[in-house]
């Protein structure tokens, strides 16, 4: 069984059992952005985590077995997204992300955010003229040494 098969299991059974991301981030013990990562696929699951997520949607011991496999991580099948959200997100490093770089660099010196060392938080922001989404990215800086 493949990874992408397992995230095929899970999609549908989490839209069989009428399940949210966030009640299955409880079943986890982890966030809901962590969580969802890892359930599509870009995160490693302990045995315990695994087998938890296995019983509340139902899916097989091999399912079970591949979500504690490291991942080949990286999910867009395209290096420019097509999918209209996922694209807005690439459109906005386009547009911000040079300033990113220049604010990081500015306030922390050469180095990198990581990704790995890192949480996020995505929140519904109620607002009058529509709601708003809040993304709340928090990576660790990694300076670049010199040898």
Known sequence: MTR????ALILA???KR????AQL?????????WSTAALLGQMTLTEQQAQAVGRALDLPEAAVAQLQVVPYKGSLPTSVPTDP???????????YGTTFKE???????????????????????????GDRVSITMSGKFLPYKTY
Do not use: C
């Open 13 to 15: 059974a989490k839209l």
């Open 85 to 95: 959200l996922i694209y807005r997100f690439y459109e906005l490093i386009s547009v």
């Open 18 to 21: 009428k399940l949210s991301w």
């Open 103 to 129: 604010l990081i660099h500015e306030e922390f010196g050469d180095g990198i955010m990581s990704a790995i060392d890192f949480k996020m938080d995505l929140q519904r922001e109620p607002n009058p003229a």
């Open 4 to 7: 992408n098969e397992v995230t």
């Open 25 to 33: 981030a409880e079943v986890l013990g982890q966030s809901k952005e």
